[in-house]
Nanobody, 121 residues
Framework: VQLQASGGGLVQAGGSLRLSCVSS????????MGWFRQAPGKEREFVAA????????HYAEAVKGRFTISRDNAKNTVYLQINNLKPEDTAVYYC???????????????WGQGTQVTVSS
């Protein structure tokens, strides 16, 4: 499956962004979809995941309350709404997918290219 992420950019602290990730899979509902991020000099970390079958979600503690993951089945697309952006949210955000997986732990086997999010203070 191919994943295409978009929506990153440069925003001021306190602003919002919506990241999108389109999946090429014909069996879209079989996949758990999610997001990871990697800040400069740091390891890639889990952000959020959503199960298409039962709509369950899971978030990293650091983003709870500010990030919302959702999906549009008709568009084979998963979204990550990011509100009240902070400079520490600056990172490359990666879309990922796991076939017949779970939202926790989310161990994707498929990765998209990253989209850069930069938050200025």
């Amino acid at each position: 499956v191919q994943l295409q992420a978009s929506g990153g950019g440069l925003v001021q602290a306190g602003g919002s962004l919506r990241l999108s990730c389109v999946s090429s899979s014909r069996n879209y509902s079989a996949y758990v979809m999610g997001w990871f991020r990697q800040a400069p000099g740091k390891e890639r970390e889990f952000v959020a995941a959503i199960n298409w079958h039962d709509l369950s979600t899971h978030y990293a503690e650091a983003v709870k309350g500010r990030f919302t993951i959702s999906r549009d089945n008709a568009k084979n697309t998963v979204y990550l709404q990011i509100n009240n952006l902070k400079p520490e949210d600056t990172a490359v955000y990666y879309c990922a997918a796991e076939r017949y997986g779970s939202v926790f732990p989310f161990t994707p086997g498929y990765w998209g290219q990253g989209t850069q999010v930069t938050v200025s203070s």
